[in-house]
């Protein structure tokens, strides 16, 4: 029925109007979202999308794009490597537990916390990567959107 619905709507408003953008919200299947022109001129302009504020950007940033450069460092949460991690159920298959893996914890923290378009869609106005996405104001100026900066955090000692 959602499906459906959505895919009407994407019907109604494609054309001049919209783009369909889609985004695997689960492994095969696909949801359907639309973002009208004058949205994506606003993406384009560093203003984010609907469900994408700055205050939504911040959050999802520090949680999957903060990390540190060079060997050694700590990887982006966001980082493919993360992704190769494979639920190890085989300790857990006594009781009935089982550990559900990277995967399934990365879309339900995605998911709980409406991060979903921010992971999914800002990236075609991030140069193909939503963690450098860049807020601006209405002068142009960018805006800061790293936790150290924002909250004061220092990076030395």
């Known amino acids: 029925m959602k499906a459906s619905l959505l895919a ?4 109604a ?12 919200a689960k492994e095969g ?11 994506q001129e606003a993406a384009e302009q560093g ?5 994408c504020d700055k205050d939504t950007y911040v959050r999802y940033k520090t949680m999957f794009c903060s990390g540190t450069a060079g060997e050694g460092g700590v990887k ?16 857990f298959k006594k009781e009935g537990n089982k550990e559900l893996g990277w995967k399934k914890w990365m879309n339900d923290a995605v998911v709980e916390n409406s991060f979903s378009v921010c992971h999914n869609m800002i990236a075609p106005f991030a140069q193909g990567d939503s963690c450098k ?7 142009g100026e960018v805006l800061p959107t790293d936790a150290a900066t924002l909250f004061g955090v220092s990076t030395t000692d």
Not at 29 to 39: D, N, V
């Open 8 to 11: 009407v709507v994407a019907a």
């Open 13 to 24: 408003t494609s054309g001049a109007e919209a783009v369909l953008l889609t985004q695997g």
């Open 29 to 39: 299947t696909k949801e359907a979202i639309a973002f009208s022109l004058k949205e």
């Open 47 to 51: 203003f984010g999308l609907p469900g």
């Open 76 to 91: 982006e949460l966001k980082d493919p490597y993360f992704k190769k991690l494979e639920a190890d159920v085989s300790g």
């Open 133 to 139: 996405y860049e807020f601006k104001n209405e002068a």
